[in-house]
């Protein structure tokens, strides 16, 4: 009769003991998914690993060629004092799709620009993703 007593109350615990439900996130170096607004966020840094602020980073549904004429700019942000800058896409690939999307860091010039990327970030951007990485920059 013990045994059985004992059985039923860990039984019984057992089945009261949850977890509480959380949003799980999953993270690679590239990509967290677990959100839910389609975000890209860059760090600017140079080739030290020390971020840099004050490059105007933009966003384009076309790669960019040296010495051709920059493809139509969809969005810019300038890097902040720890370097970063985050664009929310979602309202936009909801009307104009996942991508892919080619992102560039840039110096204000007294002709324009200078492209100063050394890698080129380009992403599919799905609704509810979030897309971090780094632009090297010369």
């Given at each position: 009769?013990?045994?059985l007593?004992?059985?039923?109350?860990?039984?019984?615990?057992?089945?009261?003991?949850?977890?509480?439900?959380?949003?799980?996130?999953?993270?690679?170096?590239?990509?967290?998914?677990?959100?839910?607004?389609?975000?890209?966020?860059?760090?600017?840094?140079?080739?030290?690993?020390?971020?840099?602020?004050?490059?105007?980073?933009?966003?384009?549904?076309?790669?960019?060629k040296?010495?051709?004429?920059?493809?139509?700019?969809?969005?810019?942000?300038?890097?902040?004092?720890?370097?970063?800058?985050?664009?929310?896409?979602?309202?936009?690939?909801?009307?104009?799709?996942?991508?892919?999307?080619?992102?560039?860091a840039?110096?204000?010039?007294?002709?324009?620009?200078?492209?100063?990327?050394?890698?080129?970030?380009?992403?599919?951007?799905?609704?509810?993703?979030?897309?971090?990485?780094?632009?090297?920059?010369?």
């Amino acid at each position: 009769m013990k045994k059985l007593l004992v059985l039923f109350l860990l039984t019984g615990t057992l089945i009261s003991c949850t977890t509480e439900d959380s949003e799980t996130e999953i993270t690679t170096n590239e990509s967290t998914s677990g959100s839910t607004a389609a975000t890209v966020n860059l760090t600017v840094i140079n080739s030290s690993s020390a971020t840099q602020s004050g490059y105007i980073v933009m966003m384009f549904n076309r790669e960019v060629k040296e010495n051709q004429p920059l493809p139509e700019i969809l969005f810019q942000k300038t890097s902040n004092s720890d370097g970063k800058v985050s664009f929310d896409l979602e309202d936009y690939i909801a009307k104009n799709g996942n991508g892919p999307y080619y992102f560039e860091a840039f110096l204000q010039t007294s002709n324009g620009f200078s492209l100063e990327s050394i890698t080129h970030p380009t992403f599919l951007v799905t609704s509810g993703q979030i897309r971090t990485t780094s632009i090297i920059v010369k």
